[in-house]
């Protein structure tokens, strides 16, 4: 069974800095790409980055580029969110998801997913 497992949310001051986990178990991350969402109260989800299945492909949403970087150590079967210069609207629920897929792409859609973990609150507030 397809497991993750996020963590390392919190709160952080404005212009602070995360690096949230995605652990998987149950597989290994070579076969899917990993993408992370997130969820703020009151909003729909939407879609942070996400990385392929090999990890030489990333993707990025407009408002978070030059600030996070996804990637992936194999080895521990983990993928990172690195998130620096944190605003109080990047506040949200954050969740990673598995795409069923191996390729050379990722698609940072979430109707894509195939698999969820249960999510880590970030607040960035001062």
């Known amino acids: 069974q397809w497991q993750l497992v996020e963590s390392g949310g919190g709160l952080v001051q404005p212009g602070g800095s995360l690096r949230l986990s995605c652990a998987a178990s149950g597989f290994t991350l070579n076969y899917a790409a990993i993408g992370w969402f997130r969820q703020a109260p009151g909003k729909e989800r939407e879609g942070v980055s996400c990385?392929?299945?090999?990890?030489?492909?990333?993707n990025y949403a407009d408002s978070v580029k030059g600030r996070f970087t996804i990637s992936r150590d194999n080895a521990k079967n983990t993928v990172y969110l690195q998130m620096n210069s944190l605003k109080p609207e990047d506040t949200a629920s954050y969740y990673c998801a598995a795409d069923n897929y191996i390729g050379s792409y990722c698609r940072l859609l979430s109707v894509a997913m195939d698999y969820w973990g249960k999510g880590t609150l970030v607040t960035v507030s001062s």
């Open positions: 990385i392929s299945s090999s990890g030489g492909s990333t």
